[in-house]
Protein backbone atom coordinates (compact mmCIF):
# COMPACT_ATOMS: atom_id res chain seq x y z
CA UNK A 1 0.00 0.00 0.00
CA UNK A 2 0.60 3.44 -0.25
CA UNK A 3 0.29 6.30 1.91
CA UNK A 4 -0.02 9.89 1.15
CA UNK A 5 -0.60 12.68 3.57
CA UNK A 6 -3.19 15.03 1.70
CA UNK A 7 -3.02 16.82 4.89
CA UNK A 8 -2.49 16.53 7.98
CA UNK A 9 -3.23 20.90 10.14
CA UNK A 10 -4.76 19.69 13.01
CA UNK A 11 -8.47 21.27 13.87
CA UNK A 12 -7.96 24.08 10.67
CA UNK A 13 -6.08 23.89 7.81
CA UNK A 14 -2.34 25.40 8.10
CA UNK A 15 -0.31 27.29 6.05
CA UNK A 16 1.56 24.67 4.62
CA UNK A 17 -1.14 21.89 4.20
CA UNK A 18 -5.11 20.95 4.56
CA UNK A 19 -6.97 19.62 7.52
CA UNK A 20 -6.96 15.65 7.66
CA UNK A 21 -6.96 13.80 4.94
CA UNK A 22 -4.64 10.60 3.70
CA UNK A 23 -4.87 8.93 0.71
CA UNK A 24 -4.34 5.03 0.24
CA UNK A 25 -3.46 2.94 -2.69
CA UNK A 26 -2.91 -0.37 -3.93
CA UNK A 27 -3.14 -2.04 -7.19
CA UNK A 28 -4.91 0.44 -8.58
CA UNK A 29 -7.61 1.00 -5.74
CA UNK A 30 -7.75 4.26 -4.01
CA UNK A 31 -9.70 5.25 -1.30
CA UNK A 32 -9.57 8.01 1.48
CA UNK A 33 -9.26 8.63 5.14
CA UNK A 34 -11.02 11.64 5.89
CA UNK A 35 -11.72 15.00 3.49
CA UNK A 36 -10.77 18.19 5.66
CA UNK A 37 -11.23 22.01 5.05
CA UNK A 38 -8.85 22.50 1.93
CA UNK A 39 -7.83 18.91 1.51
CA UNK A 40 -9.80 18.54 -1.85
CA UNK A 41 -7.52 20.65 -3.59
CA UNK A 42 -4.57 19.75 -2.81
CA UNK A 43 -5.85 15.86 -3.36
CA UNK A 44 -5.73 16.81 -7.34
CA UNK A 45 -2.28 17.20 -6.94
CA UNK A 46 -1.55 13.11 -6.02
CA UNK A 47 -4.95 11.63 -7.91
CA UNK A 48 -7.36 12.48 -10.42
CA UNK A 49 -10.61 12.94 -8.09
CA UNK A 50 -12.86 11.00 -9.81
CA UNK A 51 -10.93 7.73 -10.20
CA UNK A 52 -11.26 7.44 -6.30
CA UNK A 53 -13.29 4.24 -5.01
CA UNK A 54 -14.58 5.35 -1.07
CA UNK A 55 -14.45 8.25 1.15
CA UNK A 56 -14.25 7.05 5.09
CA UNK A 57 -14.98 9.44 7.32
CA UNK A 58 -13.45 9.22 10.91
CA UNK A 59 -15.92 12.00 12.10
CA UNK A 60 -17.87 14.37 11.18
CA UNK A 61 -15.93 17.37 13.06
CA UNK A 62 -15.39 19.94 10.15
CA UNK A 63 -11.37 19.43 9.79
CA UNK A 64 -12.37 15.84 9.12
CA UNK A 65 -15.05 16.13 6.57
CA UNK A 66 -16.13 19.20 5.14
CA UNK A 67 -14.44 18.84 1.55
CA UNK A 68 -17.13 16.20 1.04
CA UNK A 69 -19.39 19.20 0.30
CA UNK A 70 -17.00 20.94 -2.30
CA UNK A 71 -16.45 16.99 -3.75
CA UNK A 72 -20.00 16.35 -3.88
CA UNK A 73 -20.10 19.57 -6.49
CA UNK A 74 -17.50 18.21 -8.38
CA UNK A 75 -19.09 15.07 -9.28
CA UNK A 76 -22.43 16.30 -9.77
CA UNK A 77 -21.67 19.23 -12.07
CA UNK A 78 -18.84 18.12 -14.32
CA UNK A 79 -19.66 19.26 -17.71
CA UNK A 80 -19.45 15.92 -19.13
CA UNK A 81 -22.06 13.89 -16.26
CA UNK A 82 -22.60 13.14 -13.25
CA UNK A 83 -20.10 10.64 -12.17
CA UNK A 84 -22.35 7.84 -10.52
CA UNK A 85 -21.85 6.93 -6.88
CA UNK A 86 -19.49 5.92 -4.49
CA UNK A 87 -19.30 4.40 -1.08
CA UNK A 88 -18.94 7.08 1.72
CA UNK A 89 -18.63 5.06 5.02
CA UNK A 90 -19.19 7.10 8.32
CA UNK A 91 -20.98 7.99 11.37
CA UNK A 92 -24.53 8.01 11.72
CA UNK A 93 -26.27 10.93 10.33
CA UNK A 94 -23.11 11.24 8.11
CA UNK A 95 -25.50 12.04 4.45
CA UNK A 96 -28.03 14.45 6.27
CA UNK A 97 -25.02 16.45 7.92
CA UNK A 98 -23.02 17.02 4.81
CA UNK A 99 -26.53 17.80 2.94
CA UNK A 100 -27.20 20.68 5.53
CA UNK A 101 -23.86 21.70 5.48
CA UNK A 102 -24.06 22.56 1.78
CA UNK A 103 -27.74 23.55 2.30
CA UNK A 104 -29.55 21.08 0.52
CA UNK A 105 -32.77 19.22 2.08
CA UNK A 106 -32.16 15.39 3.35
CA UNK A 107 -33.53 14.48 0.08
CA UNK A 108 -32.12 14.12 -2.34
CA UNK A 109 -29.22 15.90 -0.36
CA UNK A 110 -26.03 13.66 -1.70
CA UNK A 111 -27.89 10.41 -2.33
CA UNK A 112 -27.39 10.63 -5.94
CA UNK A 113 -23.59 11.15 -5.67
CA UNK A 114 -22.56 9.18 -2.76
CA UNK A 115 -23.85 5.92 -1.35
CA UNK A 116 -23.65 6.65 2.65
CA UNK A 117 -22.71 3.74 5.00
CA UNK A 118 -22.42 3.34 8.49
CA UNK A 119 -18.63 2.11 9.72
CA UNK A 120 -19.73 -1.74 9.89
CA UNK A 121 -18.88 -3.97 13.16
CA UNK A 122 -17.33 -6.34 10.81
CA UNK A 123 -14.46 -6.00 8.84
CA UNK A 124 -15.51 -4.72 5.26
CA UNK A 125 -13.70 -5.40 1.62
CA UNK A 126 -13.39 -2.43 -0.75
CA UNK A 127 -11.84 -3.28 -3.35
CA UNK A 128 -8.50 -5.24 -2.61
CA UNK A 129 -8.12 -3.59 0.81
CA UNK A 130 -10.08 -4.52 4.32
CA UNK A 131 -11.30 -2.02 6.45
CA UNK A 132 -12.17 -2.18 10.02
CA UNK A 133 -12.88 0.44 12.71
CA UNK A 134 -13.19 0.99 16.27
CA UNK A 135 -14.68 3.33 18.27
CA UNK A 136 -12.57 6.19 20.14
CA UNK A 137 -12.69 8.63 23.05
CA UNK A 138 -13.87 12.09 21.30
CA UNK A 139 -16.60 14.10 21.99
CA UNK A 140 -18.81 12.83 19.20
CA UNK A 141 -19.21 9.48 17.44
CA UNK A 142 -15.70 8.77 16.23
CA UNK A 143 -13.92 5.72 14.40
CA UNK A 144 -10.15 4.88 14.07
CA UNK A 145 -9.77 3.30 11.01
CA UNK A 146 -7.48 -0.10 10.49
CA UNK A 147 -6.90 -0.37 6.30
CA UNK A 148 -5.19 -3.77 5.25
CA UNK A 149 -3.73 -5.41 1.84
CA UNK A 150 -1.93 -7.96 1.23
CA UNK A 151 -0.78 -8.91 4.65
CA UNK A 152 0.42 -5.42 5.24
CA UNK A 153 -1.97 -2.70 7.43
CA UNK A 154 -1.83 0.74 8.70
CA UNK A 155 -3.71 2.21 11.20
CA UNK A 156 -5.49 5.90 11.74
CA UNK A 157 -6.71 7.44 14.76
CA UNK A 158 -8.44 9.69 13.63
CA UNK A 159 -9.29 12.10 16.52
CA UNK A 160 -8.85 10.42 19.92
CA UNK A 161 -7.72 10.80 23.55
CA UNK A 162 -6.17 7.86 25.49
CA UNK A 163 -8.25 4.44 24.78
CA UNK A 164 -7.34 1.13 24.75
CA UNK A 165 -9.62 0.49 21.90
CA UNK A 166 -7.19 2.38 19.46
CA UNK A 167 -4.08 -0.34 21.25
CA UNK A 168 -6.60 -2.89 20.26
CA UNK A 169 -7.27 -2.37 16.46
CA UNK A 170 -3.72 -1.74 16.33
CA UNK A 171 -2.11 -4.71 17.32
CA UNK A 172 0.26 -5.81 14.40
CA UNK A 173 -0.35 -3.32 12.04
CA UNK A 174 2.95 -2.13 10.21
CA UNK A 175 2.33 1.47 10.47
CA UNK A 176 0.49 3.93 13.20
CA UNK A 177 -0.93 7.22 11.74
CA UNK A 178 -1.96 8.14 15.18
CA UNK A 179 -3.08 12.47 16.18
CA UNK A 180 -0.69 14.18 18.28
CA UNK A 181 -2.49 17.47 19.18
CA UNK A 182 -1.22 17.90 22.33
CA UNK A 183 1.83 18.83 23.94
CA UNK A 184 2.80 18.44 27.70
CA UNK A 185 2.43 21.60 29.95
CA UNK A 186 -0.69 22.68 29.45
CA UNK A 187 -3.97 21.58 30.75
CA UNK A 188 -5.30 19.18 28.30
CA UNK A 189 -8.94 18.20 28.20
CA UNK A 190 -9.87 14.36 28.78
CA UNK A 191 -11.15 12.30 25.50
CA UNK A 192 -9.68 14.94 23.06
CA UNK A 193 -6.66 14.58 21.94
CA UNK A 194 -3.44 12.84 22.26
CA UNK A 195 -0.21 13.92 22.95
CA UNK A 196 3.32 12.66 20.64
CA UNK A 197 4.08 11.00 23.99
CA UNK A 198 0.52 9.52 24.83
CA UNK A 199 0.77 8.62 20.81
CA UNK A 200 3.89 6.75 20.78
CA UNK A 201 2.65 4.94 23.95
CA UNK A 202 -0.52 3.94 22.29
CA UNK A 203 1.92 2.46 19.53
CA UNK A 204 4.33 0.61 21.61
CA UNK A 205 1.57 -1.05 23.52
CA UNK A 206 -0.06 -2.18 20.16
CA UNK A 207 3.76 -3.41 18.80
CA UNK A 208 3.73 -1.14 16.10
CA UNK A 209 7.10 -0.10 15.00
CA UNK A 210 6.54 2.71 12.23
CA UNK A 211 4.86 5.60 13.87
CA UNK A 212 3.09 8.89 12.28
CA UNK A 213 2.65 11.80 14.64
CA UNK A 214 -0.31 13.72 12.53
CA UNK A 215 -3.18 16.22 13.35
CA UNK A 216 -0.34 18.73 14.38
CA UNK A 217 -1.87 21.97 15.56
CA UNK A 218 -0.84 25.50 14.27
CA UNK A 219 -0.30 26.67 17.91
CA UNK A 220 2.00 24.20 18.61
CA UNK A 221 5.96 23.62 17.85
CA UNK A 222 5.86 20.03 15.76
CA UNK A 223 9.49 19.36 16.97
CA UNK A 224 7.94 19.66 20.50
CA UNK A 225 5.22 17.10 19.36
CA UNK A 226 8.08 14.87 18.18
CA UNK A 227 10.61 14.96 20.72
CA UNK A 228 7.99 14.34 23.39
CA UNK A 229 6.99 11.02 21.20
CA UNK A 230 10.59 10.17 20.91
CA UNK A 231 11.38 9.42 24.80
CA UNK A 232 8.15 7.07 24.90
CA UNK A 233 8.96 4.98 21.60
CA UNK A 234 12.09 2.85 20.28
CA UNK A 235 10.32 2.45 16.22
CA UNK A 236 10.79 4.63 13.79
CA UNK A 237 8.99 7.72 14.51
CA UNK A 238 7.89 10.35 11.74
CA UNK A 239 6.46 13.60 11.67
CA UNK A 240 3.28 14.02 9.01
CA UNK A 241 4.12 16.86 6.47
CA UNK A 242 1.63 17.24 3.19
CA UNK A 243 2.56 15.13 0.41
CA UNK A 244 4.56 12.62 2.47
CA UNK A 245 4.32 9.24 0.69
CA UNK A 246 5.13 6.21 3.03
CA UNK A 247 4.86 2.70 1.34
CA UNK A 248 3.40 0.49 3.92
ZN1 LIG B 1 -9.59 17.07 14.18
ZN1 LIG C 1 -12.48 16.03 16.11
Not at 8 to 36: K, M, N, Q, T, W
Not at 37 to 42: D, E, I, K, Q, V
Not at 146 to 153: H, Q
Not at 156 to 162: F, H
Request: glycine share 10%; aromatic share 8%.
Amino acid sequence: MRLTVVGCAGSFPGPDSPASCYLVEHDGARILLDLGNGSLGALQRYADIYDIDAVLLSHLHVDHCIDLTSYFVARKYHPDGAHGRIPVFGPQGTADRMASAYGLSSRPGMHDEFNFMRHAADATAIGPFTVETIRVAHPVETYAIRVSADGRSLVYSGDTGPTESLVEISRGADLAVFEASFVNGRVNPTDLHLTGGQAADHAKRAGVERLLLTHLVAWNDPQQVFAEAAQAYDGELLLASGGLQLEV
